[in-house]
């Protein structure tokens, strides 16, 4: 197993993205935090991770909440001793025109990614350096990359973590942390799925065409990229041995963008 005896938590976990890394990295021998804003969703990723014969907790965690994350964090240390993997993957999405988006909505998106993120990398750090090492995964996007219409606070934030990560890399070399970025393009998570009407409504044509000619329209194959793509990105990344390999923004998009 890749990651055995490693210690992993993992926010937005609950479902989607998130999850399917956890069940990933259990698969992989990992022990295995779910952290999530909802309590209920977090441990029925982490109970599916124990059905399975993993090692997995629930963590309830509002990542834009300084004391949830530190907490949160802490929890793992109790319950594990040390933390080897963490992974930012909460995220929100907000569907709106630049005109007329608000500044409550800007910040909510911002703040679960980008606050989320460096609350989550400073806890992580600190036990890191403590620790003699470990990874810090971020979830990207292929608009870390590059830009969409109507979703300005989304790619904004998703570019600033291309930032975070490379900024990690470099502060975290000394003390054996590594960094990486992971961007993923359109995944059929429930956020996705969200989008899609919306995109509809505010472009003015139908789901299947947004699907088509919007979201899988630069791909090579149209096809969505999935939740097993991602994981499995994110067990190498978390397995690789050494620094040769840091900082690094890896896509995985069906070719919509090539870095």
């Known amino acids: 197993m890749r990651l055995e005896d490693r210690v992993a938590i993992i926010t937005g976990a609950g479902r989607g993205i998130g999850r399917a890394i956890a069940e990933g990295y259990a698969r992989e021998g990992a022990r295995v935090a779910v952290a999530d804003l909802d309590a209920a969703t977090a441990e029925d990723a982490a109970a599916a991770i124990r059905a399975a014969g993993g090692e997995a907790i629930a963590v309830t965690m509002d990542v834009t909440n300084e004391e949830a994350v530190d907490d949160g964090v802490q929890r793992v240390i109790d319950t594990w001793g040390r933390l080897d993997i963490a992974v930012a993957n909460a995220g929100v999405q907000h569907i709106e025109a630049l005109d007329k988006l608000s500044l409550a909505e800007w910040r909510k998106v911002t703040a679960v990614h980008l606050d989320g993120a460096f609350l989550l990398t400073r806890a992580a750090l600190r036990r890191m350096y403590q620790g003699g090492g470990g990874t810090l995964l971020y979830m990207g996007s292929v608009h870390s990359m590059e830009a ?52 509809a409504r505010e472009l003015g044509l139908s789901e299947e065409e947004v699907v088509r000619n919007v979201m899988l329209k630069n791909t090579v194959d149209g096809e969505f990229t999935t939740v097993e793509d991602i994981s499995r990105l994110a067990v190498d990344l978390a397995a690789f041995p050494s620094a040769a390999l840091t900082g690094q923004s890896v896509i995985v998009s069906h070719g919509w963008h090539m870095g």
């Open 148 to 199: 969409s219409p109507l979703k300005a606070p989304y790619v904004a934030a998703k570019h600033g973590l291309l930032g975070l990560c490379r900024a990690v890399a470099k502060e975290g070399a000394e003390h054996g942390v590594r960094s990486h970025i992971i961007c993923p393009g359109f995944v059929r998570t429930p956020l996705v799925e969200k989008q899609i009407p919306e995109q």
